[in-house]
């Protein structure tokens, strides 16, 4: 059974800081499954964030590449998150999300419709 649950991170920032996230996965085996990071901001659509597929390419939406880095410990099965150079616009509920690779288009972002395994929300706020 999978199950993905935040292990730690979120919170409240400064424009301009940093802030991590972290979110166990069970029942997971990375290198089977596509797992990636998405985001909602009150009032607006879910977006994409970062993805990292089975052999550890990452690709991120344009909004934070160059900023975010999405990582994956293979060993404890627990996949990162790590926001640098954070801006308001980033503020949002996160989610950790995870599907097997055979079982999705693209192991990308802006395909998350086609995640099944979600972790609950962690919120991040960032101030200007």
């Known amino acids: 059974q999978v199950r993905l649950v935040p292990s730690g991170g979120g919170g409240s920032a400064q424009a301009g800081g940093s802030l991590s996230l972290s979110c166990s996965a069970s029942?997971?085996?990375?290198?089977?499954?596509?797992m990636g990071w998405f985001r909602q901001a009150p009032g607006k659509d879910p977006e994409g964030v970062a993805a990292?597929?089975?052999?550890?390419?990452?690709n991120y939406a344009i909004a934070v590449e160059g900023r975010f880095t999405i990582s994956k410990d293979s060993a404890t099965n627990t996949l990162y998150l790590q926001m640098n150079g954070l801006k308001p616009e980033d503020t949002a509920m996160y989610y950790c999300?995870?599907?097997?690779?055979?079982?999705?288009?693209?192991?990308?972002?802006?395909?998350?419709?086609?995640?099944?395994?979600w972790g609950q929300g962690i919120q991040v706020t960032v101030s200007s």
């Open positions: 029942g997971v085996r990375p290198v089977r499954y596509c």
């Open positions: 990292i597929d089975i052999d550890g390419s990452t």
């Open positions: 999300a995870a599907e097997l690779r055979e079982a999705i288009t693209y192991c990308r972002g802006g395909y998350f419709a086609e995640f099944g395994y």
